[in-house]
């Protein structure tokens, strides 16, 4: 898999995980064989960026693989002075947000939330792909809710946006975590991009990581 100028030695990337992926965390799973691991999530707000939980993220000193760095918000202009804010911390990738299910997050108009203003998607993502000479990545979800599921369409505006790869997680914001991940939107959205797109959800086993791969036909 390419991103930008990144040739992955695999198709396996640790999803950004609040709380899970830190450091230590995501230098482990890289010399256990994952190609890249992403960053945990940033608030594009900067009121918090000097408290020692930021301070902590944002730090990339020992960062072993790829830098690739997730950051969330709703503001346009503020997601594009996050996004080279982490640049200039060491970030290689900016990866954006379009995929957390949390209320505190949702509350904010950000993460899942946003699939809901296309428009405001387009203007976010376009902001932040001029903002920065990296490549920027986008995480969704399929919609949000089983009745408005335009993943489709939010990929395909990914694409013209500038995005150079995209992750799907399997469910609708309302859907949270519950059941099972669905794979036939994101088959319908490798189908409808040229970008690389990965799958996320329910991705457990080895075993499931080749069904995943074969059934959605993200394998090149």
Known sequence: MQIGPYQLKNQLIVAPMAGVTDQAFRNLCLRYGAAMAVSEML?????????DKSRQRMAHSGEEGIRSVQIAGADP????????????????????????????????LAGSALMQNPELVREILQTVVNAVDVPVTLKIRTGWDPEHKNGVQ????????????LAVHGRTRQCMYKGEAEYDTIKAIKQSISIPVVANGDINTPEQARFVLDYTGLMP
Do not use: H, R, Y
């Open 43 to 51: 608030s594009c707000n900067p009121e918090v960026w000097d408290t």
């Open 77 to 108: 202009q503020l997601m594009a002075e996050a996004a080279k804010f982490n640049v200039e911390q060491g970030a290689q990738i900016i990866d954006i947000n379009m995929g957390c299910p949390a209320k505190k997050v949702n509350k904010k």
């Open 154 to 165: 939010i990929a395909q505006i990914a694409q013209e946006s500038g995005i150079v790869a």
